[in-house]
C-alpha cells in the first residue's frame, strides 16, 4: 500500500473524525486520494467553511475532494463550533468569538494527528475558505506560520484586531480573491452584514501582508481574459512576488463579483449573495497557487 496509516480508511472517499482539542470534542471531515505514488509524502489542504456552514457542506459546495483526488492530496474539511470560526474579529453574538474557542489550536492539533498517521508534507500544508473561513484562514497564517505555507482567503476580511497585531513567525503566500459588490464583507471595509464585527479593506489586507513578508518592488496588475461575458464581472490579478523566503502576495479582484466562490455555484440567490464569476475557477487557482508555494 502507497499509504502508512494508522487507522482503516477508505481510500477516494470522506468520512468524518473526531479529535479532542482544546477541551471540546471537535469533528472534521477527512478525505484521501485513491493513491499516492509509493513512498511520497504528500500536501495537506485545509478547506474552511463560512459562517453557519459544515465540513460536509463546503465540500458540496466547492468540490474540492474531485481535485484532492486528481492531484493526490488530503483534503480536510473541520467544523466549527457552532458552525462559526473564532477568526479574531471578537463578535459577541458568535459563540466561538464570544467564548474566545481556540480555533487555531485545534487546526494544529488535526496537522499534529494526520502527520503521525500519514505521510504528510511538513512544507505543503495548506489552508483556504470562504467568508468567515476566509478570515480564519488569514488567523491561521499570523498566527500558526510556522505550519502554515500558504492560505488563500475567499470573500473575505480581516477583523481590526487582527490587522493591527499581524506579526507572523515566518513569511506565509497569501492568495486573496474577493468581489467587489460583495454584499455581505464589503470590499472597502466597514461593518460586515448582519451585525458580525468589521473588516478592514482589500487592499489594506493586502497591504498588511506585504508589510508582514517583507515585500520589494511594485507588483504586477494583469487583467484576466472575460472568458463568459454573460456573467457581469471581470477579474484583475495583482501580483507581488519579490517577499522573504519566497513568499509572495497575491490578489484576484472580482469587479463585479459577490459574496461568492468563483466557479462554483450560485448557491443563495444573486440579490443574496451577489454575482459568480465563470472567468475563473477559484479551485484551480487555488491549487495552482498551492503547488507553487510550499515552504521553502
Same mark, same amino acid.
Given at each position: 500500500?502507497?499509504?502508512?496509516?494508522?487507522?482503516?480508511?477508505?481510500?477516494?472517499?470522506?468520512?468524518?473524525?473526531?479529535?479532542?482539542?482544546?477541551?471540546?470534542?471537535?469533528? *472534521?471531515?477527512?478525505?484521501?486520494?485513491?493513491?499516492?505514488?509509493?513512498?511520497?509524502?504528500?500536501?495537506?489542504?485545509?478547506?474552511?467553511?463560512?459562517?453557519?456552514?459544515?465540513?460536509?457542506?463546503?465540500?458540496?459546495?466547492?468540490? *474540492?475532494?474531485?481535485?484532492?483526488?486528481?492531484?493526490? *492530496?488530503?483534503?480536510?474539511?473541520?467544523?466549527?463550533?457552532?458552525?462559526?470560526?473564532?477568526?479574531?474579529?471578537?463578535?459577541?453574538?458568535?459563540?466561538?468569538?464570544?467564548?474566545?474557542?481556540?480555533?487555531?489550536?485545534?487546526?494544529?492539533?488535526?496537522?499534529?494527528?494526520?502527520?503521525?498517521?500519514?505521510?504528510?508534507?511538513?512544507?505543503?500544508? *495548506?489552508?483556504?475558505?470562504?467568508?468567515?473561513?476566509?478570515?480564519?484562514?488569514?488567523?491561521?497564517?499570523?498566527?500558526?506560520?510556522?505550519?502554515?505555507?500558504?492560505?488563500?482567503?475567499?470573500?473575505?476580511?480581516?477583523?481590526?484586531?487582527?490587522?493591527?497585531?499581524?506579526?507572523?513567525?515566518?513569511?506565509?503566500?497569501?492568495?486573496?480573491?474577493?468581489?467587489?459588490?460583495?454584499?455581505?464583507?464589503?470590499?472597502?471595509?466597514?461593518?460586515?452584514?448582519?451585525?458580525?464585527?468589521?473588516?478592514?479593506?482589500?487592499?489594506?489586507?493586502?497591504?498588511?501582508?506585504?508589510?508582514?513578508?517583507?515585500?520589494?518592488?511594485?507588483?504586477?496588475?494583469?487583467?484576466?481574459?472575460?472568458?463568459?461575458?454573460?456573467?457581469?464581472?471581470?477579474?484583475?490579478?495583482?501580483?507581488?512576488?519579490?517577499?522573504?523566503?519566497?513568499?509572495?502576495?497575491?490578489?484576484?479582484?472580482?469587479?463585479?463579483?459577490?459574496?461568492?466562490?468563483?466557479?462554483?455555484?450560485?448557491?443563495?440567490?444573486?440579490?443574496?449573495?451577489?454575482?459568480?464569476?465563470?472567468?475563473?475557477?477559484?479551485?484551480?487557482?487555488?491549487?495552482?497557487?498551492?503547488?507553487?508555494?510550499?515552504?521553502?
Amino acid at each position: 500500500m502507497a499509504w502508512q496509516t494508522l487507522t482503516p480508511t477508505v481510500y477516494g472517499a470522506s468520512a468524518t473524525r473526531p479529535i479532542d482539542a482544546g477541551g471540546l470534542r471537535r469533528t *472534521f471531515v477527512l478525505h484521501l486520494p485513491p493513491s499516492v505514488p509509493s513512498g511520497a509524502s504528500v500536501p495537506l489542504v485545509f478547506v474552511l467553511h463560512g459562517g453557519g456552514g459544515t465540513g460536509a457542506g463546503i465540500e458540496r459546495q466547492t468540490g *474540492f475532494s474531485r481535485l484532492a483526488d486528481r492531484e493526490g *492530496f488530503i483534503a480536510v474539511y473541520p467544523n466549527a463550533v457552532d458552525r462559526n470560526w473564532n477568526d479574531g474579529r471578537g463578535d459577541p453574538h458568535i459563540r466561538s468569538q464570544a467564548e474566545g474557542i481556540d480555533d487555531v489550536g485545534f487546526i494544529s492539533a488535526v496537522i499534529s494527528l494526520l502527520s503521525k498517521e500519514y505521510r504528510v508534507d511538513p512544507k505543503r500544508i *495548506f489552508a483556504t475558505g470562504i467568508s468567515n473561513g476566509g478570515f480564519m484562514s488569514q488567523l491561521l497564517a499570523a498566527r500558526l506560520s510556522e505550519r502554515i505555507a500558504a492560505i488563500a482567503a475567499v470573500a473575505a476580511g480581516m477583523g481590526p484586531a487582527v490587522a493591527a497585531s499581524l506579526q507572523p513567525n515566518a513569511p506565509v503566500s497569501v492568495l486573496v480573491i474577493n468581489g467587489t459588490n460583495d454584499p455581505l464583507v464589503p470590499y472597502g471595509g466597514g461593518p460586515v452584514a448582519r451585525n458580525r464585527g468589521e473588516t478592514i479593506s482589500t487592499d489594506e489586507i493586502i497591504r498588511k501582508w506585504v508589510a508582514a513578508n517583507h515585500c520589494a518592488g511594485d507588483p504586477v496588475a494583469a487583467q484576466l481574459p472575460d472568458t463568459d461575458p454573460s456573467d457581469g464581472t471581470r477579474v484583475t490579478k495583482t501580483a507581488y512576488s519579490a517577499c522573504a523566503q519566497q513568499s509572495v502576495v497575491v490578489l484576484y479582484t472580482i469587479e463585479g463579483g459577490g459574496h461568492t466562490w468563483p466557479g462554483g455555484s450560485q448557491y443563495l440567490p444573486r440579490g443574496i449573495v451577489g454575482r459568480v464569476s465563470r472567468d475563473i475557477s477559484a479551485n484551480e487557482v487555488i491549487w495552482a497557487f498551492f503547488a507553487a508555494h510550499p515552504r521553502p
